[in-house]
């Protein structure tokens, strides 16, 4: 804990993140996880590779293991499926997200 507050006034400062964005680069001691806000543009502005680039604004880095962050995106995984069953609802992706990011809609 914080400056060895007591933990009520250390769960007070526990902060409350909103993000929209997310880098996470990995080695093979450690994920590094930067949780961002994406600045609101018109047009989606590119490098000359394509991709495309954004302003943004970090508001905090996660530090964690490999093994931990696998264990993280196994529960997030099994509680958006739970989600979506009892909803009986599913979460849209649009196809040129999927396509930017690399990934594959049948993966889920």
Do not use: C
């Not at 006034?9 to 093979?28: A, C, E, H, L, M």
């Not at 964690?64 to 979506?84: C, D, F, G, N, W």
């Amino acid at each position: 804990m914080a400056d060895n507050q007591s933990p009520e006034k250390w769960k007070q400062n526990i902060p409350d993140i909103y993000f929209d964005r997310i880098q996470i680069t990995t080695s093979v001691l450690g994920v590094n996880i930067v949780l961002g806000l994406s600045d609101a543009v018109v047009s989606v502005p590119r490098d000359a590779s394509g991709k495309i680039v954004m302003g943004n604004t970090d508001l905090a880095v996660v530090r964690t293991s490999p093994a931990h962050a696998k264990l993280v995106s196994m529960i997030i995984r099994k509680q958006l499926k739970e989600y979506e069953e009892k909803s009986k609802t599913s979460i849209q992706i649009p196809e040129d997200v999927y396509r930017e990011l690399g990934l594959n809609p049948a993966d889920w």
